[in-house]
C-alpha cells in the first residue's frame, strides 16, 4: 500500500505570495491532519479534516487554511507569506475507524522557503 | 491541555553504547504517548506507542520506553545503538477522546552516533 504523499517536495516563495500544498491520504484513510515545523517552534499542529470538514484546529492566523476532497486528498493554503512561514509542513493521515485510537502516517513532508 | 518536555536537546553517543531519552508531560487527562524518530528530509516515523496496559513498551529497531505515571514520565532506551540511529527523536502526547486527533510534541532530541 502507498504511504502519505505530498507534493511539491520543496518550494521557494517570495514575501506576500500565497501558495498551496497537496497531501494524498493513504488509501482509505479519512483523516488528514497538517503540521508545521520550524527549528523556532518545532512541530505545531496545524488542523485536521475529516469527510471534507475542518474537525480541529491549532493557533495559526487566518491566513493557513485547508480543505479536503471527496477522495480525502487535502490542500492546505498560506496567503500572504511572510518569511516566518519557511517551515516544513508535513502531512499524517490515519484511518478514523471509530475507535478511540487511529495510528497516524506521516508523510515525507514539503519544504517550502519564503524569501 | 497537553505539554511535553525532553529534557535533552543533543545527545551523543558511541557505537554499541546505551542510549536513554528523556521525555516528561503534562495532561489535566488521560492521554496517549508515543516516541517519534525524524531522519534528515523526511517525514516522522513512528517508534513505539503506550496506549494502556504494561508500561513497559517496545518498538522498532530495538527501542524501548517505560511509561511512569507517578512521574509522568516516558523515557526512550535502546541498549546498543548504532551509526543508523542517528536522528532527531520526538516524544509526544494526544488526548484519548475519539475525534483527538492533536499531537502535541516536544522540542526533539538530536542523537548523534559517533564510532
Known amino acids: 500500500k502507498a504511504g502519505v504523499t505530498q507534493t511539491p517536495r520543496y518550494l521557494i516563495k517570495t514575501r506576500g505570495q500565497q501558495v498551496t500544498l497537496s497531501c494524498s491520504p493513504i488509501?482509505?484513510?479519512?483523516?488528514v491532519s497538517w503540521y508545521q515545523q520550524t527549528p523556532g517552534q518545532g512541530l505545531q499542529f496545524l488542523f485536521e479534516y475529516f469527510s471534507e470538514t475542518q474537525r480541529n484546529k491549532g493557533n495559526f492566523p487566518g491566513r493557513f487554511s485547508g480543505r479536503q476532497f471527496s477522495n480525502s486528498r487535502s490542500e492546505m493554503n498560506v496567503s500572504t507569506l511572510e518569511l516566518g512561514d519557511s517551515a516544513l509542513y508535513l502531512c499524517a493521515s490515519s484511518l478514523d475507524s471509530g475507535s478511540s485510537y487511529n495510528e497516524q502516517f506521516f508523510g515525507p513532508g514539503t519544504r517550502l522557503t519564503v524569501l | 491541555a497537553q505539554s511535553v518536555t525532553q529534557l535533552d536537546s543533543q545527545v551523543p553517543v558511541f557505537e554499541e553504547a546505551p542510549v536513554e531519552l528523556r521525555c516528561n508531560y503534562s495532561?489535566?487527562?488521560?492521554?496517549?504517548l508515543f516516541w517519534y524518530v525524524q531522519y534528515p528530509n523526511q517525514g516522522l516515523q513512528l517508534l513505539l506507542k503506550y496506549l494502556s496496559g504494561s508500561t513497559l513498551v517496545k518498538g522498532i529497531n530495538g527501542f524501548e520506553a517505560e511509561f511512569n505515571k507517578s512521574q509522568t514520565s516516558f523515557h526512550l532506551r535502546k541498549p546498543s545503538v548504532h551509526i543508523s540511529d542517528t536522528a532527531e527523536y520526538f516524544c509526544a502526547v494526544r488526548g484519548r477522546t475519539v475525534n483527538d486527533y492533536k499531537l502535541s510534541f516536544g522540542a526533539g532530541t538530536t542523537v548523534t552516533v559517533r564510532a
Open positions: 495532561s489535566s487527562v488521560s492521554v496517549y
Open positions: 488509501s482509505g484513510h479519512r483523516s
